[in-house]
């Protein structure tokens, strides 16, 4: 860490205005593993979600064994639900193996993929610290809550979609 530079709480968020917001309906997976950080996650995530006005029954929560598995469980809401964004939590340590370098990227990848495919945002709320206490740090500690941040994220980009609703421009696959 550079001298100059301050451990903070990475936390603090500004939730944005959203139009009928008791309309909005938001969809969490989060990983069994690890299941002592990803409980954390997700409650600062509904702490936020719900604050905003998010009504608790358009709130969908799901699990999945693992943070490998966050994508597809993501999947299989945007095809049973008609979600406004979806926001996947997990917590991948290092180990003694690489394991860890190998599933943040498939994970990452494979949650843009589907963000772009889907055509709503999905948010990427993964851990991927060196230790446990790291993790703790980042799960409501000093550091704050990745699931506060991640669902910080998921509402300034349903307001973004929600700002340009009338742009009838597409690129892609969108």
Same mark, same amino acid.
């Given at each position: 860490m550079?001298?100059?530079?301050? %451990?903070?709480?990475?936390?603090?968020?500004?939730?944005? @205005?959203?139009?009928?917001?008791q309309? &909005?309906?938001? $969809?969490?997976?989060?990983?069994?593993w690890?299941e002592?950080?990803?409980?954390?996650?997700l409650?600062g995530?509904r702490?936020?979600?719900?604050?905003?006005g998010?009504l608790?029954?358009?709130?969908h929560?799901?699990?999945?064994?693992g943070s490998?598995e966050?994508?597809f469980?993501? %999947?299989?809401?945007?095809?049973?639900?008609?979600?406004? @964004?979806?926001i996947?939590?997990?917590? &991948?340590?290092? $180990?003694?193996t690489k394991?860890n370098?190998y599933?943040?990227?498939?994970v990452?990848?494979?949650?843009?993929?589907?963000?772009?495919f889907?055509?709503?945002?999905?948010i990427?709320?993964v851990?991927t610290?060196?230790?446990?206490?790291q993790?703790?740090?980042?799960?409501?500690?000093?550091h704050?809550?990745k699931?506060?941040e991640?669902?910080? @994220?998921?509402?300034?980009?349903?307001a973004?979609?929600?700002?340009?609703?009338?742009?009838?421009k597409k690129i892609?696959?969108?």
């Open positions: 550079h001298k100059d530079e301050k %451990k903070k709480d990475l936390s603090s968020v500004e939730i944005p @205005a959203l139009a009928d917001i309309k &909005v309906k938001v $969809g969490v997976v989060v990983s069994e690890n002592q950080i990803t409980s954390k996650l409650d995530c702490e936020i979600l719900t604050g905003a998010i608790a029954d358009h709130l929560v799901i699990h999945v064994p490998y966050l994508p469980g993501a %999947k299989m809401l945007i095809g049973r639900d008609s979600l406004d @964004a979806v996947c939590l997990g917590c &991948v340590i290092q $180990g003694e394991h370098e599933i943040n990227m498939a990452s990848q494979s949650i843009s993929q589907l963000s772009l889907a055509n709503i945002p999905i990427y709320g851990l610290p060196l230790t446990m206490k993790a703790e740090e980042r799960a409501g500690g000093k704050g809550n699931g506060i991640a669902a910080a @994220a998921a509402l300034k980009m349903i973004l979609k929600q700002s340009m609703k009338g742009d009838k892609g696959f969108g």
